[in-house]
């Protein structure tokens, strides 16, 4: 009994953490690519 409480435990865990990877990588944003000649906005805050 204990055993098999202990490894429903295991899997709700395993589960939780699944589902933390996958909320958190929905959140990552992919880094702008720029190619050579693109404008862009120079911004310099020590000014």
Known sequence: DLEINRQKAKDNVTK??????????????????YQIGDKVLLYEAAK
């Open 16 to 33: 939780a953490q699944e589902n933390q990877k996958r909320l958190h990588n929905l959140k990552i944003k992919k880094p702008i690519e």
